[in-house]
């Protein structure tokens, strides 16, 4: 089973707040896609949500790009920024890339994000198969939130 942003928000809109404000605290994060011998590649990469979506949008011609088009599935990792605090937790977003070609939704998008090149770049939605925060609570339990698609939100507390 597979979601869009705004089905996961709608699902639990709490943990969507919390997975966006740390994917808006820094401007680049990781992006792990499958290479054409089927090992992992990881790079950096910008993040819009916008209009109920999570937009992968890329450089033309770019590796990433180039692997998602032939094996849409990713993994996005927030990062985690400077020093240990990593204030709301680590969190990661997993699914499947699929890349929008529609001239309509394009010009949606460049229209908010302003590319360098409006005609030139790859641009994916997201489908999400499950998102994942790790984070201290009360200072003595590190907690595992994990939600996928149909199923609700699950907690786990490991001291």
């Not at 999400?128 to 925060?133: A, K, S």
């Amino acid at each position: 089973m597979k979601s869009n942003w705004a089905a996961f928000a709608a699902a639990e809109p709490a943990l969507a707040g919390t997975v966006e404000g740390r994917f808006g605290a820094f401007t680049h994060h990781v992006l792990a896609t499958l290479r054409k011998d089927g090992s992992p590649r990881t790079t950096g990469i910008e993040v819009r949500f916008l209009h109920g979506e999570l937009w992968l949008g890329m450089m033309p011609g770019s590796l990433k790009a180039l692997d998602l088009r032939r094996d849409p599935r990713f993994a996005l990792q927030a990062n985690p920024g400077p020093g240990t605090e990593m204030a709301g937790g680590d969190v990661r977003v997993a699914g499947r890339a699929v890349e929008v070609r529609d001239p309509q939704e394009r010009a949606r998008y460049t229209e908010e994000v302003n590319p360098p090149d409006p005609d030139a770049f790859h641009l994916f939605r997201a489908e999400l198969t499950e998102v994942v925060r790790t984070y201290i609570e009360d200072e003595k339990y590190l907690a595992v939130q994990l939600w996928k698609p149909g199923v609700p939100l699950r907690t786990s507390r490991r001291t």
